[in-house]
């Protein structure tokens, strides 16, 4: 089994910056991707950014330029900085990961989720 383990969700004012880590454990042999995802309240799941093995990512139009996903590929890491926050940037923040383990092949993980509100 893999855990993530969420930290640094809270509240900000629009414009103010929050910085998002998870950090993956477990016995893992590799792991093929790694980011966010959010979900509002009353809205379906969405991916915020996302890094893969092969090193390319993917934003969501909504955060470009604002947000910044990295990897630490030898920690199992990755951190989300958050800059500009706005309203909308409101909802749960859940860590993701795609892992090769000792007991599966290639197989989805969540972390419990983290907080993220931005209000004035």
């Known amino acids: 089994q893999v855990q993530l383990v969420e930290s640094g969700g809270g509240s900000v004012q629009p414009g103010g910056s929050l910085r998002l880590s998870c950090a993956a454990s477990?016995?893992?042999?590799?792991?093929?991707?790694m980011g966010w995802y959010r979900q509002a309240p009353g809205k379906e799941r969405e991916l915020v950014a996302i890094?893969?093995?092969?090193?390319?990512?993917n934003y969501a139009d909504s955060v470009k330029g604002r947000f910044t996903i990295s990897r630490d590929n030898v920690k199992n890491t990755v951190v989300l900085q958050m800059n500009s926050l706005k309203p909308e940037d409101t909802a749960v923040y859940y860590c993701?990961?795609?892992?090769?383990?000792?007991?599966?092949?290639?197989?989805?993980?969540w972390g419990q989720g983290t907080q993220v509100t931005v209000s004035s």
């Open positions: 890094t893969h093995s092969d090193g390319s990512i």
């Open positions: 477990g016995i893992i042999y590799s792991i093929n991707a």
């Open positions: 993701h990961t795609r892992a090769m383990t000792l007991g599966s092949f290639n197989r989805d993980y």
